[in-house]
Structures are given as structure tokens and as C-alpha cells.
């Protein structure tokens, strides 16, 4: 599918719905196997209540989770700055905005470590050595900003996603070496006359060729005649299958590599990606988060239903443990006239440079 007649305006706006809307919808059944969610919903294709963390808070349907939260502090950034972010300038936005309250409740336990040590004055650069999960998804499922910042630079784009990255994780781990997918996916997603293919290919061209993409050219070869979510689900069940240590269903390869089948599968349509993460079962919140984040900056928002935004964007209103309650539109226009002004910047220093 290719994405001529989508305006980069809605690019980011289908990148961050498609985040925010597939993170909520996932995550009433994140951790459950396809079976349970097949016996119990059918086919989950609306915005459920949900409970996480045996915390007590029956969160109202479009409620958004950790992975969002994430992403948040990273757009506050970049709208505050209006142009790349490095650690420094996130770990800024995590000192001032993150609630107290609001650890255990839209974060994971680890979260709050690397929170008190970002507090601490060390470098930002240093914080992700002190996280115990170095193959996690933690940022993969959440860089979708970093990505759209650098529109139409993947190389900017994958370089800034190993930057930024180290707040979570350390240098050069394969959990940020798999977030890099996401990051070059959505750059290239975001360029004029963007295919479904443009995207796979410019993955394959900047990624890591022994660590990521041996796994990824397996997995679409292996899932190529999967035609639905259900076939898809059934062919990843030989290849992902483990459980009894934490975060087992959530390491970056395999959330991000069932994210790319999933693109491929449904060429880039955000609601089909939505769907398709969130029933896929295992850690369907960040499944869907990468699928329709990447679909959503190819093909933009007009595939999703209109209440699914409105939903969202009244639980945030609701929650009071939110980083912050921007809708998805303010969010997603914020990033847009960050970038606009990046560009504006760069187009002055052109002009200027180009009289000599």
C-alpha cells in the first residue's frame, strides 16, 4: 500500500493513535495466551476495562499503560525543545513530570529504580546500566516519537533510538539494536510514496544483520502465507513460546519481529494492525504498540474508528497518574510542529551557509 495521499500531518497523528489505542486495547489482555482471549472475547476488538499490577485500580476502558507513559516523557521533550532529544533532555522531563503516585501504578518496578537514580545527578547516558533487562522492549514499544522526529531520516532516526536509548537500557543492547526497528520503520513509513516494502527495506538496511535481521527474514518467510491474526498466531507458536522468568512473553526480538509480519500481513493498515496485536496473545499491549505505530506513520488514522480516539482521550482525562493528559491529537500535533520547526531550522541554516 502505498501512502502518497496521506498528509505527514496524519502520519503522526495514525503513528500515535495507533500506539495509544493498540497499548489500551492490549493491555486488557496482556500476558494471556491467544486461547484464553479467544474463549472468552471472540475477537477483541473494542476498549475493555482492565486491572494491572493487583493495585486495586479497575482502570476505565482506553486507559493507557507503562509503555505510553513511556512515550510521553518523550514527546514532552521533544515538543519542549522542537527538535532531536538526547538522554539529558529526557531525563529533564522525567525529574520534573513523573507523579510520585504514580510509580507502581503506570510503571514497572524497575522504573522507579532508574527513576531514583536519574535523580541522582549521574550521567543519563549511564541510567540503562543499572536496568536488569538488557533485552527487554521497554523502549522498542515506546520510541515511536523518536522516529517521527527524524521523519524521512532513518539514519537519524536509528541513531537517536541508541542514544535515547540508554536511559532504559545499556549501550548497544539487543533491546535497543530491536528498538531500532521501530525507529527506522517509522522514519521511512513517514516519507512521500512510502510502501509497505520501502519500509521492510529500509529496516534491512541500516538494522543489525546478525542480531535482528536473520530473525526478521526467518519470521516473514515463515509467516508469508499467514492471511489473519489467527493463522499468524499458530505459526509464531513453534518459534515464541516462553514462560516462567519475568517479562518472558516481552523480550524486544520477539514483540518487534511479530510486530513486522504483523505490518506486512495487513499492508499497513493501523485499525487491521491494532486488531491483530491485541489477539495475537502473549505481551499484546506492545505487540499492538509497534504493529499500528509503524502502520499508523505509513497509512495514517483514517482506518481508525473515531470512538476508539474519544475513549482514549477520556480516560486520560480520568487518569491521575498520567505523565500527562494531552489527547492523542495534541500529542500528535505537537511532535508534527516540532518537526516543522526542525525543519525550519535546517532550511535558515541552509540558506545561511549556501551565500558562501
Known amino acids: 500500500m502505498m501512502s502518497e495521499t496521506v498528509s505527514l500531518r496524519d502520519k503522526f497523528f495514525g503513528c500515535i493513535a495507533g500506539v495509544h489505542i493498540g497499548s489500551s486495547m492490549g493491555a ?66 522525567w525529574v520534573r513530570d513523573i507523579k510520585p503516585i504514580s510509580i507502581g501504578m503506570v ?9 531514583s537514580m536519574a535523580k541522582s545527578g549521574i550521567p543519563a547516558r549511564d541510567l540503562g546500566r543499572y536496568c536488569d533487562y538488557a533485552g527487554l522492549n521497554s523502549f522498542a514499544r515506546a520510541c515511536h516519537p523518536i522516529g517521527l522526529i527524524n521523519a524521512g531520516d532513518i539514519q537519524g532516526a536509528a541513531e537517536d533510538v541508541l542514544e535515547v536509548g540508554q536511559l532504559y537500557q545499556t549501550t548497544n ?12 520503520a517509522i522514519a521511512a513509513a513517514t516519507k512521500p510514496n512510502a510502501t509497505v516494502d520501502s519500509v521492510l527495506g ?6 543489525d544483520p546478525d542480531i535482528v535481521l536473520k530473525e526478521l527474514d526467518r519470521e516473514l518467510e515463515h509467516t508469508k502465507n499467514c492471511s489473519n491474526f489467527r493463522d499468524l498466531r499458530k505459526a509464531f507458536d513453534t518459534e515464541y513460546n516462553g514462560y516462567g522468568m519475568p517479562y518472558s512473553a516481552s523480550s524486544a526480538n520477539e514483540v ?9 500481513m495487513v499492508k499497513g493498515v493501523t485499525k487491521d494492525a491494532i486488531i491483530a496485536g491485541v489477539n495475537l496473545g502473549r505481551d499484546t499491549d506492545c505487540l499492538a504498540a509497534v504493529s499500528s505505530g509503524i502502520s499508523g506513520a505509513l497509512t495514517g488514522g483514517s482506518s481508525i474508528p473515531r470512538e476508539w480516539v474519544e475513549k482514549v482521550d477520556k480516560a486520560t482525562k480520568l487518569n491521575i497518574y498520567t505523565n500527562t493528559q494531552r489527547t492523542i491529537q495534541e500529542n500528535s500535533d505537537g511532535l508534527y510542529n516540532a518537526y516543522k520547526a526542525r525543519l525550519n531550522k535546517m532550511r535558515s541554516l541552509i540558506a545561511e551557509m549556501d551565500m558562501l
Open 202 to 207: 529500509a529496516v534491512f538496511d541500516i538494522c
Open 107 to 115: 510503571s514497572e518496578p524497575f522504573e522507579a529504580v532508574l527513576l
Open 173 to 184: 543492547s539487543r533491546g535497543l539494536k530491536w528498538a531500532m526497528v521501530t525507529g527506522a
Open 28 to 93: 486488557a489482555v496482556e500476558g494471556w495466551n491467544y486461547g484464553k482471549i479467544e474463549d472468552t472475547y471472540g475477537t477483541v476488538d473494542r476498549l475493555l476495562p482492565y486491572e494491572h499490577y493487583n493495585n486495586g485500580w479497575k482502570r476505565d476502558p482506553g486507559t493507557t499503560e507503562d509503555g505510553v507513559e513511556r512515550q510521553k516523557l518523550m514527546i514532552t521533550a521533544i515538543i519542549e525543545k522542537k527538535d532531536r532529544v538526547n538522554c539529558e533532555d529526557v531525563r529533564k522531563i
Open 256 to 264: 518487534v519481529t511479530k510486530a513486522v509480519c504483523i505490518f506486512k
